[in-house]
């Protein structure tokens, strides 16, 4: 068995606690040429693709190249990102990412924790989009359960889905203009969050990790006056896109470092398995919220944003637009928000109201099974996928038929987009390293979860 | 719901699975055979690769004909033209569970099986780089196996259980 697994020795020289042994990216030394020609930028795995042989410098010696490393605690990595990096001169031959500096079981701590319970746990996942989380979570479990969340409960999902995608984008846009020097926006991108998020607290009671979309609708109606709140977002939002065009767009620096680098083609787009905006930058339209339209998507008109070469820039504008676009469905939500229940009305999914329990035995009861026992869901097992800013959310859930999933699994976007890392890097500058590494837009909670 | 792809092998079962075109149940043989036949009938992404720990579920409802094994791997591909999902659910073993790697026909599967090695000790054999991704390298066990011991390992900051 053990003949499979890769080993490596720990080189003496380096200190051994920051070697990570095989998972680390040997010298040329100890790399075989079949093993260096794949790890050549990942693009040189797809065999036939775009593997050229010629490309591939095997007779390059260690003393000619430098590994260095990066991270997990470099300020671009956006958070612990680790990144080895075989350096000839400024320019990066190879790459490899080493992650699980932030892994804390969350698919093992999901296995304890009641369906209800289980909202909490998935939205610190992606910490930038943690609705887009709840929702994936949530409507994997509806589909178990075999029920239909009443039609208000979707339309406010879908609102403040859009709402959350606009707030991970600003954030990507903020960082992604202080990693290019750009500090300006940082201070834009921060401020114009913070209009959302303030919304965010009003409605849910809490800034990030909301726990609001939950198996069976959302956990509260939204606030009294939100038509208003809402309506100077879309405003205040859809406007200020226009000064980070200005901004941003035509700014000789920025455009210097963004037009034409990193570029990736969309079949080696597809054939890493990218998704999100990294996929559509390669001028592939997959959103699955056009294409497998989920809650109301159908009903709202949006155009999915894509690019041409997939570079830098194309990232960018993707990402710029699609800030206008969510703010286009949200004008939507707005004026076609129907009235009625904002959670299904079964006592063994949604908990009674708190009024209730003090005037109805049943209600009593049922509140009390819920929270001590929780939901009880059918046997079976479930894929289910949404779009999140970074691309397709999935999860998988296993159910015994108890109150706690036997298995849960959430395919990160972030996790399998870090593959194309390696491939964007090679031949770059190690400045342009940093911009790759801002456009791919990495959440470490979500790569490592 | 959609066929099997025309050339696919014999003795996969199928049945319609939940929130999926189609699903489809594998044996460690015919899985490589099957997500070729995929592969060629337009599957072009596998968007998704996990394992499945069914230590305490040996007698889970599984279609007539399927045996089943302590672990599993799940497949999920995507045809992007008709807008088609497959779920292929794949009996690993139980010993020592061994599939193919599908890294020659998706190599973006690479670190989503390196995942599943790491968190189940489930070999892909011919895959390139079949190391740890998420836990350290010399981390003794594999976390989301049932039998696992959780608070095994003292943690800091925390009055250490004794093992379990």
Redesign the interface.
Request: charged share 30%; no cysteine.
């Given at each position: 068995?053990t003949d499979?697994?890769?080993t490596a020795p720990r080189p003496d020289l380096l200190v051994v606690e920051t070697s990570?042994?095989?998972?680390g990216l040997q010298s040329r030394s100890e790399t075989s040429k079949?093993?260096l020609g794949?790890e050549v930028g990942?693009v040189l795995?797809?065999?036939g693709l775009t593997l050229d042989p010629n490309d591939v410098d095997f007779d390059r010696q260690d003393d000619e190249t430098m590994i260095i490393n990066m991270g997990p605690a470099h300020p671009s990595t956006h958070g612990v990102l680790r990144l080895m990096l075989e350096l000839d001169g400024e320019f990066v031959l190879r790459t490899k990412p080493v992650?699980?500096y932030l892994?804390t079981?969350m698919?093992?701590t999901g296995e304890q924790l009641t369906y209800t319970q289980g909202a909490t746990n998935v939205t610190r996942m992606d910490y930038v989009s943690p609705i887009a989380n709840e929702l994936n979570y949530s409507m994997a479990v509806e589909?178990?359960l075999g029920i239909e969340v009443p039609e208000r409960a979707i339309w406010i999902r879908m609102m403040m889905a859009e709402l959350n995608r606009i707030v991970s984008h600003l954030v990507w846009m903020a960082t992604n203009g202080m990693d290019l020097g750009a500090t300006s926006m940082m201070i834009y991108g921060f401020r114009e969050r913070e209009l959302v998020l303030a919304f965010f607290e009003k409605t849910a009671g809490l800034r990030l990790n909301l726990n609001y979309v939950r198996p069976g609708g959302v956990a509260a109606d939204l606030p009294d006056g939100w038509q208003d709140d809402v309506a100077v977002i879309c405003e205040t939002i859809d406007a200020r896109t226009y000064e980070y065009d200005q901004l941003l767009t035509g700014q000789p620096i920025f455009r210097e470092r963004m037009v034409g680098v990193a570029p990736i083609t969309a079949e080696e787009a597809?054939?890493?398995?990218?998704?999100g905006p990294v996929l559509r930058s390669t001028g592939?339209a997959?959103d699955l919220r056009r294409?497998?339209p989920y809650l109301a998507y159908d009903q709202v008109e949006f155009d999915v944003i894509v690019g041409t070469y997939g570079d830098n820039f194309d990232r960018y504008a993707i990402r710029l637009n699609e800030i206008r676009e969510s703010v286009k469905i949200v004008r939507q939500c707005l004026d076609m928000m129907p009235k009625g229940d904002y959670r299904v009305q079964d006592p063994k999914v949604t908990p009674p109201p708190r009024a209730r329990i003090g005037e109805s035995m049943e209600a009593l009861i049922h509140h009390f099974k819920l929270f001590t026992e929780g939901m009880q869901v059918p046997?079976?097992?479930?894929?289910?996928?949404v779009e999140s800013p970074r691309g397709?959310l999935?999860c998988?859930l296993?159910s015994?038929g108890s109150s706690k999933p036997?298995?849960l699994?959430v395919?990160g976007p972030s996790?399998?987009n870090?593959?194309a890392i390696p491939l964007l890097m090679r031949g770059g500058s190690l400045s342009d390293a940093i911009t790759v590494i801002s456009t791919v837009d990495p959440i470490m909670g979500e790569v490592?979860? | 719901m959609i066929a099997l792809p025309a050339r696919s092998p014999e003795g996969v079962i199928t049945s319609e699975g939940l929130a999926c075109d189609l699903l489809c149940f594998a044996t460690i043989e015919q899985y490589p055979k099957l997500v070729r036949a995929f592969k060629n009938a337009g599957f072009q992404m596998a968007i998704d690769v996990c394992g499945v720990d069914y230590l305490e579920q040996m007698d889970r409802p599984l279609p007539e004909g399927v045996v089943a094994t302590r672990f599993e791997v799940v497949v999920n591909l995507l045809n992007m033209v008709k807008k088609e999902r497959v779920r292929i659910r794949v009996q690993a073993g139980t010993d020592n569970p061994e599939v193919a790697s599908l890294f020659d026909l998706y190599p973006g599967v690479e670190a989503m099986e390196r995942e599943a090695y790491d968190m189940f000790g489930i070999l892909f054999s011919k895959h390139p780089d079949m190391t740890r991704i998420l836990m350290p390298e010399d981390w003794e066990g594999h976390p989301l196996r049932k039998d696992y011991g959780v608070g095994r390992v003292p943690v800091q900051f925390k009055e250490a259980p004794g093992p379990r």
């Open positions: 068995m499979r697994i890769r990570e042994g095989a998972q079949d093993e794949r990942s795995r797809v065999s992650i699980g892994h079981g698919e093992k589909k178990l597809i054939a890493l398995s990218v998704t592939v997959w294409a497998m046997v079976g097992e479930v894929y289910s996928a397709e999935g998988y296993v015994d036997y298995r699994h395919r996790f399998v870090l593959q490592d979860r | -």
